[in-house]
């Protein structure tokens, strides 16, 4: 039989107080750990939200971009037209002018034949 003692008293008490203490210091630790998963959730959550906004940010500048590239498309478009029509003009000009050198140079051997 057990013989309820002072030492046993303090010895029940000692570990009872461990045993508390063990289960707070645990229920504390669990808090912690929680409130470190839900800080890291919402650091997580504020980078998605971050990175979703560039991504939307990023896709209107493109579109904008696109938008620009297409109406640059067509000023080259435009320029190479009108290239192609002054370089028809120049060469129609120099036609004429290679012609007028030619009837100018035979009007002056009709009118200065060249002594040989």
Same mark, same amino acid.
């Given at each position: 039989?057990?013989?309820?003692?002072?030492? !046993? /008293?303090?010895?029940?008490? #000692?570990?009872?107080?461990?045993? /508390?203490?063990?289960?707070? +210091?645990?229920?504390?630790?669990?808090?912690?750990?929680?409130?470190?998963?839900? &800080?890291?959730? =919402?650091?997580? &959550?504020?980078?998605? &939200?971050?990175? /979703?906004?560039?991504?939307? $940010? +990023? #896709?209107? =500048?493109? $579109?904008? !971009?696109t938008?620009?590239?297409?109406?640059?498309?067509?000023?080259?478009?435009?320029? *190479?037209?009108?290239?192609?029509? !002054? *370089?028809?003009?120049?060469?129609?000009?120099?036609?004429?002018? +290679?012609?007028?050198?030619?009837? #100018?140079?035979a009007?002056? !051997?009709?009118?200065?034949?060249?002594?040989?």
């Open positions: 039989m057990i013989v309820w003692t002072p030492a !046993l /008293t303090q010895t029940l008490i #000692t570990i009872v107080g461990f045993v /508390t203490v063990s289960i707070v +210091a645990l229920g504390q630790w669990q808090v912690y750990r929680q409130r470190g998963w839900r &800080d890291a959730a =919402e650091a997580r &959550d504020a980078i998605i &939200d971050n990175l /979703t906004r560039q991504l939307d $940010e +990023a #896709t209107k =500048e493109r $579109e904008v !971009l938008v620009r590239m297409e109406a640059l498309e067509a000023q080259v478009a435009e320029v *190479q037209r009108m290239n192609h029509r !002054l *370089q028809i003009a120049l060469d129609k000009a120099e036609t004429r002018h +290679a012609a007028i050198d030619a009837r #100018t140079e009007r002056n !051997l009709a009118q200065h034949p060249r002594a040989e």
